[in-house]
């Protein structure tokens, strides 16, 4: 007998399998047991008939308690009324692994007990579906990039370099020097890209952000490109073909995840349509200023209210160009006819999830970095080797950020940014 998972019952119709679940749940009347099962892969109906298994087993599938492990024998059946669309006549159960009084009951919990359970609570069927739509966000991120001539770059976790500023840093000792975690791989993407032309990365960066909202981790995983001999306006067209072949990815891959979390399909399709608008901070300031917004200054950094206010006045993502200099990161290039701007643009996805990309085009001259650290009051010995990249065959570039956690959010159309990673560092909590 074939051992296989219920995501390939299609293949086993009629057949007689095992499969290796927990109980999600159960219920039963006099003749007849329905088990909720979980394999991992999906939720699906057992069905144990007592006429057919006989009294020992039925008495042993109606008192299976919740997260019990099981190896289940039985027959795949199509079942046209479920979700899941198949199910297992069983015929045999072999108890792995007892449960006894599992936490997470099918009754409402709050939000503080099911993160102290998260180790548990990521086996519900909405964290299933969110991680889902996160694996297939990775999977079709390297599609994207390899179709594309990208080649695949991981920066050190470890740095002496400070990128988006130094109130949010972690440090920690380096045997005798001090080290911070990455906040952004950005300066040795932009290394890799004076070496291959055109590279990404994927990986954990961290920010001590005293921000406690439903967009901000203290750990987060970005997605960072770089592309040699290239300039913001080519950058921006990446960006919005990399956005929609994520949105038209998920689509097309995660039918199940998307039906679990109710996420409406027409509203995502909107999302695949080219190009993206874009809208300058100049003009941003001037329609929020216009519609009530009397805090928000020319100079401003854009909150969370601003933000959603912009991108409601569109019904794709936006993209807001050219933030004053003052706000922005020491890297980026100024904009060739105003001093008082850069050559930058942010992402703001729709329905209000804020921004998910963070892009600029890079300065290129090295008095004028090397004048820009100093500024910024960062440490010239450190950089030395960044400014290198200016001395060395200096070239116009551009690249940027899409937050992982962000992204996955907005496409599952939940909450908050705490149930699209596995296990969340927040402001107040690192366990579990
Ligand atoms: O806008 P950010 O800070 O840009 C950078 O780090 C650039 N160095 C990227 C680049 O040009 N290579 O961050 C990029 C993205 C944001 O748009 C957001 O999606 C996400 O990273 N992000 C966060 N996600 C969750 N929690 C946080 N605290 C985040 N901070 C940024
Ligand atoms: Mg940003």
Redesign the pocket.
């Known amino acids: 007998m074939e051992s296989i998972q219920i995501l390939d019952a299609k293949k086993h119709v009629g057949e007689t399998v095992q499969i290796g679940a927990w109980v999600a749940n159960k219920r039963s009347s006099g003749k007849i047991a329905f088990l909720q099962l979980r394999d991992g892969t999906a939720y699906f109906q057992g069905i144990v008939v007592k006429n057919e298994v006989g009294e020992e087993v039925f008495q042993l599938a109606k008192n299976l308690n919740q997260e019990t492990a099981v190896l289940v024998t039985g027959e795949i059946r199509e079942d046209s009324r479920s979700k899941f669309g198949y199910e297992i006549g069983i015929s045999g159960i072999e108890v792995v692994g007892e449960s006894h009084e599992y936490p997470i009951t099918p009754k409402e919990h709050g939000t503080d007990f099911l993160m102290d359970h998260r180790h548990l609570w990521l086996r519900s069927s909405k964290q299933h579906a969110i991680m889902q739509i996160r694996n297939e966000v990775i999977r079709a991120t390297y599609e994207f990039f390899n179709n594309n001539g990208f080649i695949k770059i991981d920066p050190p976790i470890l740095t002496g370099s400070a990128?988006?500023g130094t109130t949010d840093l972690f440090e920690t000792n380096y045997f005798d020097q001090k080290a911070y975690l990455s906040?952004?791989g950005?300066l040795y993407?932009e290394a890799a890209a004076m070496a291959f032309g055109k590279v990404f990365s994927f990986g954990p960066t961290f920010?001590a952000?005293k921000?406690k909202t439903r967009?901000?981790?203290i750990e987060?995983w970005?997605i960072?490109p770089?592309m040699a001999f290239m300039h913001q306006e080519e950058s921006l067209e990446v960006q919005e073909q990399y956005v929609a072949f994520l949105v038209q990815s998920v689509l097309d891959n995660c039918d199940y995840a998307l039906d679990v979390l109710g996420r409406d399909r027409a509203i995502l399709e909107k999302y695949t349509k080219l190009p993206f608008p874009r809208i300058s901070y100049d003009d941003a300031v001037e329609l929020l200023q216009k519609n009530g917004f009397e805090d928000i200054q020319w100079g401003d950094d854009f909150g969370s209210p601003h933000e959603t206010f912009i991108a409601n006045s569109f019904d794709q993502p936006v993209f807001i160009l050219n933030y004053p200099k003052a706000i922005k990161p020491f890297y980026m290039k100024s904009h060739p006819t105003r001093d008082d701007v850069v050559i930058c643009a942010?992402m703001i996805a729709p329905e209000g999830y804020g921004?998910?990309?963070?892009?600029?085009e890079r300065a290129t001259d090295y008095e004028f970095l090397l004048e820009q650290i100093r500024n910024h009051g960062l440490d010239e010995n450190e950089y030395s080797w960044y400014l290198d990249l200016r001395k060395y065959g200096s070239v116009p570039h551009t690249?940027?950020?899409?937050?992982l956690?962000?992204t996955v959010t907005w496409l599952s159309g939940i909450e908050h940014?705490r149930e699209a990673i596995p296990f969340p560092r927040l402001l107040n909590r690192i366990y579990p």
Do not use: A, C, N
Not at 399 to 403: C, D, E, P, V, Y
């Open positions: 990128p988006e906040q952004s950005q993407m920010r952000e921000s967009r901000h981790l987060f970005m960072e770089e942010d921004e998910i990309i963070g892009g600029s690249g940027f950020g899409l937050g956690e962000r940014v």
